[in-house]
């Protein structure tokens, strides 16, 4: 049975959290310290954090930080402030979702539920595609034999890039392949993501543009230019 940590400091909206997850079937724990949450992440792993933003010690901001230090759990932010920096902020730093307050508690437990559901999908097998190797129980993605040194999202988006050469997915698709409602206003922080793969791509082979733009749609893989 999944275990959601819940870190907010406002006792009404965690017990509206509580109720609306333990309805659902899940266990959970309640903190209301930023880091509390890391050490007890560290002591008794969450399957899930549901993290607010604005903590009495530290921000959410810096917890999400901390822990992803040694762990990959995920992490889903509550926040009253719905401007799009802070939402590019949360995805950058590693966030899996941004929910702005007043929020419906059963869309949150809906969104839980979709997150952990891509969480503990069956790993496909090692594949390869041209010259990339993808390993995704490793979560390791190799390039002309170099391991390459990546984030979690930049993982999930070339990984998504090659396994369908020359198609063209849109910022949207790639969202989806994030784990990332398109409606959650991150679309252009897929680009900051593209180019920060780019870098890693072309320390490893100056010459070769693997990762195509087209301008309008979204992005694709070529593996005529790899």
């Known amino acids: 049975m999944p275990h959601i940590l819940i870190v907010e400091d406002e006792a009404a909206i965690a017990d509206t959290l509580i109720y609306a997850l333990q309805g659902e079937g899940f266990t959970t724990t309640w903190l209301n310290l930023g880091g509390a949450a890391v050490e007890h ?5 969450a399957d ?4 607010d933003i604005g903590l009495p010690d530290i921000s959410g901001f810096e917890v999400c930080k901390q822990l992803r230090r040694f762990t990959e759990v995920p992490v889903m932010f509550l926040s009253a402030r719905d401007g799009e ?5 949360g995805l950058e730093i590693g966030a899996d979702d941004y929910v702005v307050k007043p929020f419906s508690p059963r869309e949150v437990a809906a ?7 891509r969480v503990v999908a069956p790993a496909p097998s090692p594949v390869s595609s041209e010259r ?32 369908q050469p020359e198609r063209v997915f849109s910022r949207e698709q790639l969202l989806d392949a994030l784990g990332v409602a398109a409606d959650a206003g991150y679309e252009r922080n897929i680009d900051s993501h593209i180019k920060s793969l780019r ?12 990762i195509q733009t087209h301008r309008g749609l979204g992005y694709s893989y070529s593996s005529g230019n790899s």
Do not use: G, M, W
């Open 48 to 51: 899930l954090l549901i993290l």
């Open 199 to 210: 870098a890693k791509l072309r320390a490893v082979a100056a010459d070769a543009e693997p």
């Open 132 to 163: 990339f190797l993808v390993d995704h129980e490793r979560v390791q993605i190799s390039y002309r034999n170099h391991p390459l040194s990546l984030t979690r999202h930049e993982f999930r988006l070339l990984a998504c890039l090659l396994e």
């Open 41 to 45: 992440q560290r002591a008794t792993p």
């Open 111 to 117: 969104r839980v539920r979709a997150i952990l559901k």
């Open 85 to 89: 920096i802070d939402r590019v902020v």
